[in-house]
């Protein structure tokens, strides 16, 4: 008795170059005499929208939009959707993660394991679609998925329940919510994903340059709870001449950062940055010496680049600095005006550990 699956595959341009192995893998970890297999692609979709194919069979939708992580959406009875995630090492290759996402998705379904994994039906072609949102009461049968699922090669006519799915699922055996784990692949398959949270640790060197003219670098470390957000400190000194001969600055600058990037599905990503700092001032002319001890803060926009495999992080920016305007004075002769707003430039560099 063949019942239809319907595997929904919500990919980005980084993505879609793992779909086919992704299909592959889950076509040849199920029986084809239990389970008419069909696959398509679709954008982002409600739930509720997809709740009336969740009356005819399993559905499953696999949201892959970002390299390293992925959503298995899983409604394993009718209208009772559970979800699982599924991290992925920064360096593992794409055809691995598409495999480990294939083996995730058809540990769903123990009960529809062929005897000798990968031994199942070539996989069925991966092509865009529109979903058929008519009641499974109104739907005729010649439009139900299995009779047009590549991956069911039995001929139509040994297969008469594939063509009347409702009547079938009641009495296929499914798997409890509870059962949808992101199980160890078969001995054959890629190492399991990392666990969550692995290389969120970031550390890296920053170059600033500044008005007035000042320039210099430090060092940052950080922590970013997701490819979008980052938080993290930042400490940097910066030295330029005053504009009396003879004299210079120093800034030595403790800031705290928050980094938000918009998702955008490429490497390059827009940045929005703000962050809090506070900044010992230090003016020399001759044997004099000043200190003073200021609060400032920062708003930057740019880009941030990070290649694929995620352990590289390079940011570009620009933006403004405000402090209180500060005057300093040796001997009652100014050597140094700090304005309240300042300009500056700041290019960054970080690995992922």
């Known amino acids: 008795m063949v019942t239809p699956l319907v595997v929904i595959l919500v990919l980005s341009e980084s993505t879609s170059g793992g779909a086919p192995g992704l299909v592959k893998t889950l076509a040849g970890n199920l029986d084809r005499q239990q389970v008419a297999l069909t696959v398509r692609r679709a954008g982002r979709l409600p739930l509720d929208l997809l709740e009336p194919l969740t009356e005819r069979g399993p559905v499953v939708v696999i949201e892959w939009e970002s390299p390293r992580r992925a959503s298995l959406r899983a409604a394993l009875r009718p209208k009772e959707w559970t979800t699982r995630v599924v991290e992925f090492g920064a360096k593992d290759p794409l055809g691995e993660r598409a495999r480990t996402l294939g083996f995730a998705t058809a540990s769903m379904f123990p009960h529809w394991r062929p005897t000798q994994p990968g031994a199942s039906a070539s996989p069925p072609e991966v ?135 918009l998702p955008l599905g490429s490497d390059v990503r827009p940045l929005a940055r703000l962050s809090g700092a506070v900044t010992s001032l230090t003016v020399r002319r001759g044997d004099e010496v000043r200190d003073r001890w200021l609060g400032l803060g920062t708003l930057e926009g740019g880009a941030a680049w990070t290649p694929k495999d995620g352990g590289l992080d390079v940011t570009l920016t620009a933006g403004a600095t405000v402090m209180p305007p500060t005057t300093i004075l040796v001997r009652g002769e100014t050597v140094s005006e700090v304005p309240w707003l300042q300009g500056h430039l700041r290019l960054g560099a970080a690995l992922h550990l």
Do not use: H, Y
């Open 127 to 261: 092509t865009a679609f529109t979903l058929d949102l008519v009641p499974p009461a109104t739907t005729p049968a010649a439009t139900t998925p299995a009779a047009t699922t590549p991956a069911a090669t039995t001929p139509a006519a040994t297969t008469p329940a594939a063509a009347t799915p409702a009547a079938a699922t009641p009495e296929v055996p499914r798997a409890p919510p509870s059962a949808v784990v992101v199980a160890p692949p078969p001995a054959d398959a890629p190492a399991s994903a990392p666990p969550p949270g692995e290389r969120r640790f970031r550390a890296g060197v920053v170059a600033v340059a500044g008005t007035p003219v000042v320039a210099g670098g430090g060092l940052q470390v950080g922590w970013c709870g997701s490819r979008l957000l980052c938080a993290g400190l930042e400490g940097a000194a910066l030295t330029g001449p005053l504009a009396s001969a003879g004299g210079t600055r120093v800034d030595v600058r403790v800031a705290a950062f928050l980094e938000l990037r």
